[in-house]
Nanobody, 119 residues
Framework: QVQLVDSGGGLVQAGGSLRLSCAASKSIFSFNAMGWYRQAPGKQRELVARISGRATTTYADSVKGRFTISRDNNKNTVYLQMNSLKPEDTAVYYC?????????????WGQGTQVTVSS
């Protein structure tokens, strides 16, 4: 089992910045990948950014050039630096982790952290 604790959300004006953190309850060194998803009211959950075990990153087109995902294996933490925030970035952001357990890919989620961007 893996517990993920999301933090760092809040209320910010358009153009501002926030940094989200996701702390895992065990070493993330062997995780297949970690990422951030978001879900706005009335919309489906969508991928925002993902970082593989080899530090390969993937971003949604809507956040490219504004958001940066990174991982600190020593702290078992993944970060999402969000700059130039827009009102359409408002959503609950969820940390995600993928880990092979006995050869089966398991997925874990954080509890979510609210990000609200005012215009």
């Amino acid at each position: 089992q893996v517990q993920l604790v999301d933090s760092g959300g809040g209320l910010v004006q358009a153009g501002g910045s926030l940094r989200l953190s996701c702390a895992a309850s065990k070493s993330i060194f062997s995780f297949n990948a970690m990422g951030w998803y978001r879900q706005a009211p009335g919309k489906q959950r969508e991928l925002v950014a993902r970082i593989s075990g080899r530090a390969t990153t993937t971003y949604a087109d809507s956040v490219k050039g504004r958001f940066t995902i990174s991982r600190d294996n020593n702290k078992n933490t993944v970060y999402l630096q969000m700059n130039s925030l827009k009102p359409e970035d408002t959503a609950v952001y969820y940390c995600n982790a993928e880990l092979y357990v006995l050869g089966v890919l398991q997925t874990y989620w954080g509890q979510g952290t609210q990000v609200t961007v005012s215009s």
